[in-house]
């Protein structure tokens, strides 16, 4: 059948149990480019037992020969890469060469980084008398958001793979197509039948039926922190394991003697990457008193970089948001900010030129923003920038902290040592210092309501471990 039309279930595409189906729109046309159908729960029991009836025997397959399976499925979306790349831009709406390097290529990387972490990580150690095993948790669901639509399901799912765990993934209803890409990647790849699984639904049946499902020993989620909450009752309630990426609101702290220009050149691309959508945007920027209206004047210049475009066509930087409520939610937190007498500088509400179709929005930035605004505190998800003053250090922390997520941050400062010093006062899960790049073998994960546990290389696949001691 065409996979499409089906579920990937104990490795074979079948057709789904619920009669439902979602429409797939391409947010820059707002065309309907596919649909695929509403899984139901159960679609979800029947994922959960082929990956409860697989988990004996990949639990028992020696981690070596797990990597080995895993470089097979990094080897498949590689071959695929161009295909997934397009696929992301159409119903994502990234920009195609962002799709290209960062939604595809990132994920390449990571699957790399644990085909060869599962040869190389001790999972039995020796503690005094002691032998400490790590073993699989067993059975995860694995609920992945549309902002990156492979790159979290491979920081998901290959841990667990690597981990000796089976996989049901639920993917965001706004992205599946994607996600089933990934799907017969995994097929080509050859893994064992019922090792991964797919189910494509809502999050309100599908995804709620997986995280409830007493077949799951561990549910791994990304998205808001309103849903992340409720996933954590339920599982709490079942006592049941969970790792949750959830929303941000980070602080970029420019330290007087840091490079301004290149501090706020990085903070204006920071946000527009991925238009505005990701969970660690950089979305306060907090300057001294004396350098505040020199940082606004080189911000307002930079953002007229990132004129909004067709994210199909070489250059375009800035696509549009990925879908109506989204583009609502955002234009309606930049009505907001000017309600609450931010200064806007750049951008606004308004429909960018050329753009009547499509969820569209201009990037944004706003000065003259205090602690306490709307845009201050809450999570836009889109390309909006607030400019906060400070006066001293202390003052300074206090307004990087003031928020209740702690996802990121990022110090500039005159040396790397007094930016790492700052960056050890602020409550966020990963601080860039000075510019500092991504790293795929680093932890990732927040503070506060920003999430529980660690995505990507060791500590990533530590979430999919539990220990045993066997006492000589």
């Given amino acids: 059948m065409n996979p499409h039309d089906g579920m990937y279930i104990d490795g074979a595409w079948r057709p789904a149990v619920g009669a439902g189906t979602i429409e797939v729109v391409n947010p820059a046309d707002e065309q309907v480019i596919g649909t695929v159908p509403a899984g139901d729960a159960r679609d979800v029991d029947a994922a959960v037992r082929a990956a409860r009836a697989a988990l004996p025997r990949w639990a028992a397959t020696p981690p070596a020969r797990r990597g080995e399976h895993i470089a097979a499925l990094r080897d498949a979306l ?208 907090l300057v001294h008193a004396d350098a505040y209206e020199e940082a606004v004047s080189l911000a307002a210049a930079a953002v007229a970089d990132f004129a909004p475009g067709d994210p199909t066509q070489d250059g375009v930087r800035v696509g549009p948001l990925v879908n109506a409520k989204q583009h609502a939610r955002v234009r309606g937190y930049i009505d907001k900010g000017v309600e609450e007498g931010a200064r806007l500088v750049a951008g606004g509400a308004t429909a960018p030129e050329g753009h009547d179709k499509g969820y569209f929005v201009t990037p944004t930035v706003f000065a003259d923003v205090t602690p306490e605004m709307t845009i201050a505190q809450e999570e836009i998800f889109g390309p909006v920038l607030s400019f906060i003053k400070y006066e001293d250090e202390d003052e300074a922390a206090r307004i990087a902290n003031g928020t209740v997520y702690g996802l990121a941050a990022a110090v500039w400062a005159a040396d790397q040592e007094q930016a790492a010093a700052f960056a050890r006062r602020l409550d966020a899960g990963q601080v860039e210092i000075n510019g500092g790049g ?32 066997l006492q000589f």
Wanted: proline residues 5%.
């Fill in 78 to 285: 590689a071959a695929r890469q161009d295909e997934i790349a397009a696929t992301v831009t159409a119903e994502l709406g990234s920009p195609k060469g962002f799709a290209q390097r960062v939604h595809t290529g990132l994920p390449i990387a990571v699957a790399g980084s644990y085909a060869e972490l599962a040869a190389s990580h001790p999972f039995e150690e020796r503690i005094g008398t002691s032998t400490v095993l790590h073993e699989p948790v067993g059975v995860v669901g694995a609920i992945t958001p549309w902002n990156y639509p492979l790159h979290q399901v491979v920081a998901k799912v290959a841990p667990a793979l690597a981990a000796g765990c089976t996989v049901v993934l639920k993917p965001a209803e706004d992205t599946p197509l994607t996600a089933q890409l990934f799907a017969e990647c995994v097929d080509a790849a050859g893994l064992p039948a019922g090792v991964f699984n797919l189910v494509t639904g809502l999050g309100a049946v599908a995804g709620q039926a997986l995280a409830e499902h007493p077949g799951v020993d561990l549910v791994s989620f990304t998205g808001s922190t309103a849903v992340g909450k409720r996933i954590g009752a339920v599982a709490g309630a079942a006592v049941k394991r969970v790792a949750l990426e959830l929303g941000g609101k980070s602080a970029n702290v420019i330290l007087p003697g840091a490079d301004l220009a290149k501090a706020v050149a990085a903070n204006v691309a920071d946000v527009c990457r991925n238009t505005g959508q990701s969970c660690n945007a950089l979305t306060r920027t």
């Fill in 438 to 469: 991504f790293n795929i073998l680093a932890p990732f994960g927040g503070y506060k309501e920003s999430g529980v546990g660690r995505e990507l290389g060791v500590h990533g696949l530590g979430e999919y471990l539990q220990t045993k001691s």
